[in-house]
Structures are given as C-alpha cells and as structure tokens.
C-alpha cells in the first residue's frame, strides 16, 4: 500500500488509515513548537515516514545507520543533554537488537526517551517472522519504569505522541502500519493508566490493543445481534494497564476476552491473567499468536490464520460464554 | 623567564598533587574492594591515573555543588565495573561525601556494585554491561550541538571492552558526525577478565583501528600524570574530529602483586594486602 492511501474497510464504510502518517505529522507538529524534540533513526527513513521531519529539521534528525545499540544509546546521550529524543525504527530490530541498551540505558537509568516501534505485530507479512515483531509486546511489558502504549488508530497514535512529551521517562510507543479505520473522536485525549470504554456491556468483556481494536468493535456488534452485550475496551496504555477497569471487568461481566497482535504469551492477556488470577479470578480467552512463528502470508492473510479476526474474537466469546456456535 | 619558572613549577606541584591523589584513589578503591568482598581491584587500579588527572586534574569542567548544571561536561565511565576508583574520584572531587565509600555494595548502599545514576551524583549514565557508554556519550555530544553549547563528552572504556560491537557502531556516527567535542579514553592495561586481551581476541594495532574509524588518535602513557594533563588541556586533537586517546596502563598498578595478573581483574585485597599496598601507594594509614 502506498504511502497514505485510503482504501475502504470490508464493511465499506470507514476509512483505513495508516498510523504512521499521524506519527510523523504529530512529531513535525511538535518538534515545531519545542526545540527538545529530536529524532534517531536506524537508516529507515522512509519506513518510519520520517523524510520530512529529517527537510524541515535536519540538524535535530540525526540517523546512525543500521545500529540499534547505537541508536538506543545515542538516544540516551541526547537525553542526558536535555533533548527529548524519539528513537524510531521497526520494532522487530529496535526491540531486540537493543534489548540491554533498552534495559538498562532507558529503563533502569529512567532516561526521558521515546522508542517508537514502527509497523509491529505481523504488518512486514510475507517478508517473514525476522520482520514480526510480535515478541515486543512481552520483552517491554516486563520491564520496570517503561511505559508501554500500543494506540488502537491514527487519532489515537496522534494523541499518545502529544502526551509522550508531558511525560518524563521511558516510554515505548507501538506504531501500527497496517491500515485501520479511526475508534476515536477527533477530540480524543490519551490517559496514560487508563483503559478506553468504547461500548458498554455486561454480559462480556472484550479487551484489544492496536490494530485489533476496531475488530474488537465489530465482535461486538455481531455478538449483540446474537443477543449478547459485550464491554469493549481500548487497552492502548498497556503498561501502566488499568487494573481498576480490568478488575470490574472481572466482577461485573462473565469473562474476559483478550485479543492483540503479538505472541498470546506475555502481552496484553498475560497482564490481564495476572491480575485477575490473583484479585478476582474470572473466565479468560486469549488470542494472540500461539507460541509459533507465523507461515508465509500478506498481513491480513496471517491475522485471518491466527483468529485474531471480528469473527474469531466473537467465536472465542461465545465459547468464553459455554455458548458454541 | 621568571614567568616560565613559575609556569614549570606550578606544573610540578600539579603533577605530585595528582599523583599522590591517584595513589589515595587507588588505596580507596582496595579498601572499598576489601570492605565488600566484591569488586575490579586491577581496573580500578590501572584506571586511577587517567580519573585523577580528569576530576582533581581540573580538565572536567563539572560543579560537585550543581551536579546537573547544563553546562557540565559530561563524563560516561564506560568500564562501569571500576567503580571503586570512579566513586572514589567523586568523593575526592566532592559530589558526596567520602564517608559514604565506606558503605561500598553493603545492602541497600547508594554505592551499587555497578554505578547508578539516580542513586548518586555525579554520575552521568549506569554502566555495567560494556560497550554502553560510548553510544551515550555520542548522543550527548550530538545533544551540545544541537543546544549550540560548548560542553564535551568525555567517556573512558576498557580495552577488552571494545570487543562490543557497539564501540565501533557509535564510532561510526561519531566520525559522520565530526563530533570533535567527544573524546574517548581507553584504558589499555591488555587484561580482561579471563586473560590478556592479546589471548582472547587480538586488539593490536587498537590507535591504528581508532585512526581508521576517523578518531584523531594519542598515545599515551596512562599512569604519566604530566602528559595526561597537557594532553588533556589541548582538546580535541585535531578539529573536526572526535579525539581518541589510547592510554597504555598496568593493570593492578601501584600494588606490585596484582600487576599485569589477569587474576587481579576480580581480585580481592586482603588486610595484608591492604597493609602491603599503603606502603608501596605512600599512604600512612591511620588506625
């Protein structure tokens, strides 16, 4: 898909929109008004999206080439210097090939620097699992002091940028590539710690990060037409997770439905299972990729293998519920 | 000429000030090694020198008063593991008091084995696992630049260190970049922790390797307080260029049983070496 194309979602209703355009106009917007801002990336330019930012301010857009340790720590350095440094490059190497700089140059320093994370999940499709990134999601939750934030869509991303810069500390931000269609209202302001009720429901709730979000939205809807109220939540502050709406969750629907786009151990379900397995325990289904490398396959392709799909998360609550289709 | 004189005497008395104060650095740094049971004994050792001349020296432009005034060079000590000499270069310099070097590694000290900068002042990044410090030290030098202040980013690494791969990454960014307000010091003693560097994996010609990355280079003699100093004073090397300086060091130096043994990269000192290593450091240890 080319860069900033707008197709029409299945439903042929809602605009798809890539999130990394909203990134890249957010960060130009605010390295415009604060002179903190400033950029590291890994030679990816263009896949970041940030080839304008790098124009309009190149003395603040400094590139390493393909080095993520390097990258990671220079982010550090700038820090130090009283720069606001977002470190970006696709979230399979930034995460991995820095794993310690992150660890300890970031998290256990407390630096105030930004990763951003760029096309995560399985968005690189047939280019394989050395280009997923779905193991993120568990190596950065675990990590103390690091905020994690996975925003459903472009308003949302836009609005997680802006916050990013009132927050002082680390901070991972999981920029989706893969096209979705907006959950959120223009006006929509980004709570870090706090889920996002985007419907209502007692009978199940349904809990998704980025790009599985609107699919979440649609579960919902073919669940209700089956008669069942299902909660739907935006998890996008995945670390620190509302354990207040994830414990409610808990008392006052029949179960838990998790679905994000990253290994189905250690991210968004395992936080969830670890808090209700000790405060409330309550039915679970996680879904997520299942512990394997994915085959070969387009994105989409591999999102429909996985069920992590409207109607693999409507399936999965209605088994949740002992209701079989 | 009596300009001169002075000049040359002055250089003296600064020379046996530092020498004598790498020597009390280096009997801290075996006491604190012996208090704890734990430590880098030869590093902090052959590292004392080069800390000296940079802290009581004068060369880091820094405020033991206002640790995080923005002007500050930065220091990064990469070998973070030498932290017995580095903690003991802050205390002298005044970022806290030397009292506290007592609690080196004792349970819940603010001196942590390896050092932690939100736990003490003065220090600048938490090192530990190598090749760290000179990626940090290149974004800040980047980040003076940036801010157009005039400040530098000084990093000192280990030898066996520079095995990282992220050594030679960040040195690349640095050289696009001309940072010639980033001066890396390697402290050259030739012993990692399992052998001589030379055994492990050959760093020779290591200044030709610096040159060849874009480091305007220096040899020098790491324990020569005279030539660290003017070295020091006259930074970078070459404009346009981040600077280099290779400091040739004895690990173990000062105690002659620990030098140049491999076994001394985690030696611990006993009270008869401690006892032993004050007379041959000229320090009169009072009971």
């Not at chain 2, 970022?95 to 001196?111: Q, V």
Request: proline share 4%; hydrophobic share 45%.
């Amino acid at each position: 898909m080319s860069a900033g194309a707008v197709v029409q979602s299945s439903a042929g209703m809602a605009k798809l929109l890539d999130c990394r355009d909203a990134f890249s106009q957010t960060l130009e917007a605010m390295a415009q008004a604060d002179a903190r801002v400033c950029v590291v990336v890994n030679d990816s330019v263009s896949s970041t999206k940030l080839k304008n930012f790098g124009a309009k301010f190149p003395e603040r857009f400094i590139n390493v080439g393909i080095a993520e340790q390097n990258m990671v720590g220079a982010g550090t350095g700038l820090a130090n210097g009283g720069m606001v440094p977002y470190v970006c490059g696709a979230s399979c190497f930034l995460t991995a090939r820095a794993m310690e700089q992150v660890k300890v140059d970031l998290c256990y320093s407390k630096a105030n620097v930004k990763l951003c994370g760029m096309s995560p999940g399985m968005a690189y499709g047939q280019l394989g699992p050395t280009h997923h990134s779905i193991e993120d999601l568990a190596w950065t939750r675990i990590l103390p002091n690091l905020a994690v934030i996975v925003p459903a869509d472009p308003v949302e991303t836009a609005a997680a940028m802006r916050y990013s810069l009132e927050h002082t500390g680390p901070m991972y931000l999981r920029i989706a590539r893969m096209p979705v269609r907006s959950v959120h209202k223009d006006d929509y302001t980004f709570r870090l710690g706090k889920a996002v009720v985007l419907r209502e429901g007692s009978d199940v709730t349904l809990m998704a990060n980025g790009v599985l979000v609107s699919r979440a939205l649609d579960a919902a809807d073919t669940l209700a037409a089956a008669g069942i109220e299902a909660r739907v939540l935006n998890m996008s502050s995945m670390k620190p997770i509302d354990m207040d709406a994830v414990l409610d969750a808990a008392r006052t629907t029949r179960g838990i439905v998790t679905a994000e786009e990253a290994l189905a151990a250690g991210g968004l379900g395992g936080a969830v299972a670890e808090i209700v397995a000790v405060h409330h325990p309550a039915p679970m289904r996680i879904l997520g990729v299942p512990g394997v490398f994915a085959p070969t396959g387009s994105a989409e392709f591999l999102l429909e293998h996985f069920g992590l799909t409207a109607q693999g998360i409507h399936n999965a609550a209605l088994d949740l519920l002992g209701e079989r289709n | 000429m009596t300009v001169e004189l002075g000049a040359s005497y002055r250089e003296e008395e600064d020379v046996a000030r530092l020498k004598r104060l790498a020597n009390e650095i280096r009997y801290s740094a075996m006491t604190m090694t012996n208090h704890a049971r734990l430590g880098h004994t030869g590093g902090d050792l052959s590292a004392a020198d080069i800390l000296a001349t940079l802290y009581l020296g004068n060369i880091l432009r820094v405020d033991p008063a206002n640790p995080a005034w923005p002007q500050r060079d930065r220091f990064i000590m990469s070998k973070g593991h030498c932290s017995g000499a580095f903690y003991s270069a802050l205390a002298f310099k005044g970022f806290f008091a030397r009292e506290m070097l007592g609690t080196f590694m004792d349970p819940l000290s603010r001196l942590n084995g390896h050092p932690d900068k939100n736990k003490l002042p003065g220090v600048e990044a938490n090192t530990g696992p190598l090749g760290h410090g000179l990626p940090i030290a290149v974004g800040a030098a980047l980040a003076a630049r940036m801010r157009g202040e005039n400040w530098r980013a000084f990093v000192l690494t280990g030898d066996g260190e520079l095995q990282e791969g992220s050594n030679w990454e960040a040195a690349m960014t640095a050289q696009h970049y001309r940072l010639d307000n980033l001066v890396v010091m390697v402290d050259r003693n030739r012993i990692q922790q399992g052998d001589f560097t030379e055994n492990i994996s050959r760093m020779d010609a290591l200044a030709e390797r610096w040159a060849a990355f874009g480091f305007a280079v220096d040899e020098v003699d790491g324990h020569d307080h005279a030539t660290l100093l003017s070295r020091l004073r006259n930074l970078p090397i070459e404009p346009g260029k981040p600077s280099c300086i290779v400091a040739h060091t004895i690990k173990g130096k000062g105690y002659s049983v620990a030098e140049n043994k491999p076994a001394w990269h985690h030696g611990v000192p006993s009270d008869d070496d401690l006892a032993a290593a004050a007379i041959e450091l000229g320090i009169e240890v009072t009971q």
